[in-house]
């Protein structure tokens, strides 16, 4: 088979070196892609926004199978864009259509689809340009801290936590009129605030049946011990301790059976990763968001620990046949740390001459934000969040040490990394 992956990050890359493996594999290419797809594939030049491009380099190389990893192009509609065209019909997309990654791409939409099949998640209301007075009694109700959403795609960093409930109206104002996420804050959420732990579960669906993937935990915040501004994430880690069988069968009793459920009763036939964003509060899970693909960070870990060939369960989904397949975990750990710019998540550099890549040990090093500089054949940085250092272990602590014991031998100008992944666990 020949196979295009859609997306530039770490998620990609993981996706990518998975599925190099497959003895199913004919030619791997990543559109657009980064340094280190490079090794696995080979990397094509394609506009994500523009889907004419995105046909041509199908149609020019021959693809059989697209893999789309990022949210934008499916909630903008990339999977219905195949099968409207006659040419691209066809060719099998492991992602959802639109309607089914708009649990992604609209808090609102997903939040009423949870109310409407009885999944647990918070409180919450909506607000938009013509109600917002409305929230600042909606906040005076609710128990601080207060969390207000934007609606739409912000790219991770969407979502404020607030202790104060002046400076909750205040922001909540200038989300609504000052379009502070853009369009994406157009309609915000209030919701009330779950406390707990979070947890990343994953599933591959085929619109039928599903596969629970490993579990994970990822860490947002920028500072050590979850201080600081949201990033898109700063490491991740898995097996989760406390995710252990009862609490799993509550998730998916509870929230994945009826999520699939729900989809089909709308009539969304979902092929691809569904990501539930969980809160563990006091034993029982709760719902935070939902994400229509692989999480990343926690791809990075999550899919070096799938024994199987994933490119068959791909097949799988496509066909429809994911009820007959079963899937092999890796009993092992993995720990990812991530390599980010200075200045990240705000204005950060770009540019700077990546080494040590060379000199790691008994790791994977997935690249987020990396090109190669074409006169020199150097890795540069090119994102806020640079590289992904996983490393595996017989438990967490044993991943964890390998993986920052390799993040210490990559340099490149202004380089941090929290150096405290996993320490609630």
């Not at 394609?46 to 697209?66: G, H, P, Q, T």
């Not at 619109?207 to 490993?214: A, C, D, E, T, V």
């Not at 009763?265 to 990501?275: A, C, P, S």
């Amino acid at each position: 088979m020949n196979v295009l992956i859609i997306g530039s990050g770490g998620r990609e890359h993981t996706l990518a070196w998975k599925i190099s493996e497959s003895p199913k594999l004919n030619k791997l290419f990543i559109a657009p892609g980064n340094a280190g797809t490079r090794a696995v594939g080979a990397n094509i030049p394609v506009d994500l926004n523009n889907f004419k491009s995105i046909k041509e380099a199908v149609i020019e190389k021959d693809i059989d199978m697209v893999v789309v990893g990022p949210e934008v192009p499916l909630v903008e509609g990339i999977h219905d864009y195949f099968l409207q065209d006659k040419i691209l019909k066809n060719v099998p997309v492991i992602g959802p259509v639109r309607k089914g990654a708009m649990l992604e791409g609209s808090k609102d939409f997903a939040k009423s689809f949870m109310e409407k099949y009885n999944i647990p998640t918070a409180a919450h209301k909506t607000f938009n340009r013509d109600n917002y007075k409305d929230a600042f009694e909606f906040i005076d109700l609710l128990e601080p801290p207060y969390v207000l959403k934007a609606d739409g795609l912000a790219a991770g960093k969407g979502v404020l936590i607030i202790e104060d409930p002046d400076e909750a109206k205040n922001e909540l104002e200038a989300m609504i009129t000052k379009e502070k996420f853009g369009e994406a804050s157009a309609n915000v959420l209030v919701e009330e605030y779950l406390q707990g732990i979070e947890i990343s579960v994953f599933v591959l669906s085929d619109g039928k049946s599903y596969i629970l993937l490993p579990e994970a935990k990822d860490y947002k915040r920028i500072g050590e011990k979850d201080t600081g501004l949201n990033t898109g994430g700063m490491g991740s880690v898995s097996p989760v301790p406390f995710a252990n069988r009862e609490f799993m069968q509550k998730v998916e009793d509870r929230i994945i059976r009826p999520t699939i459920e729900g989809l089909k009763n709308e009539n969304i036939e979902y092929k691809g990763f569904i990501f539930f964003g969980l809160m563990n509060v006091h034993g029982d899970p709760y719902v935070i968001e939902y994400n229509c693909r692989m999480g990343d960070p926690e791809a990075e870990v999550v899919i070096p620990r799938i024994k199987s060939d994933l490119l068959e369960l791909f097949e799988a989904v496509a066909n429809g046949t994911l009820s007959e397949t079963s899937i092999e975990i890796d009993n092992r750990a993995a720990a990812s740390v991530m390599l980010v710019s200075k200045g990240y998540p705000l204005a950060y550099e770009k540019g700077k001459i990546i080494s040590g890549l060379e000199n790691v040990n008994n790791c994977v090093v997935f690249h987020a934000g990396t090109a190669m500089d074409i006169e020199t054949g150097k890795i540069k940085t090119s994102g806020g969040r640079v590289l992904a250092v996983t490393a595996y272990g017989s438990n967490i602590k044993e991943a964890l040490e390998t993986a920052y014991e390799n993040a210490g031998i990559i340099e490149f100008e202004g380089k941090y990394f929290r150096s405290d992944i996993g320490f609630d666990l």
